[in-house]
């Protein structure tokens, strides 16, 4: 099975999602945007500037990562193609339509979990550590449930990371993942 964490940026998903996978012992996969952006963001370029090879290099890198995955065998992965596609729709329209079917192709395959997290507006903003604007990481982690509602993956409604300990969100998204599977 696979396990999406996904939800605006600086809401804890990297540390929420490796204790998750802890907790269920398997794999956690971390989100390849922020991996790539590193070497793949021109200098000075902030997350909401147009990127169409960042975008490219995403998708190729998670269906990659996708196409190796067995799925039968749980993981945890970060951001997935749904924070990918929010992303992409935002500063590369032409290159979400083009991955589209192929990210279709991906969650028949491998039928995921969608597992949301939010925050605050506020903590939010305290927390992030990319270039870019706080309401364009808000919007663009927002709109990975409807991305996921559209894409048919299963999920539920958010946890909120700023009102529960890491130990508390995890265990919530442990109980979300035995009401829905």
Known sequence: MTIVIAG???VGKTTVGTALAARLGCPFHEELGYLL?????PAGCTAEAA?????RAIFE???ARDEA????QARVVETWHVGNLAYARERSPSVAAEYLPRVCAAVARLRPVLLVLDAA???LR???HEPGASAFFAAVGRSCAPIGRELGLRSVVPVFTD?????QAVTRLLHTLETIR
């Open 8 to 10: 605006p940026h600086g």
């Open 37 to 41: 952006a590193r070497t793949c963001r």
């Open 51 to 55: 990127q169409e090879g960042l975008d």
């Open 61 to 63: 890198a998670e269906l």
């Open 69 to 72: 995955w067995n799925p039968t």
């Open 121 to 123: 507006d506020s903590v």
């Open 126 to 128: 305290a927390r992030q």
């Open 163 to 167: 009102v529960l300990s890491e130990d």
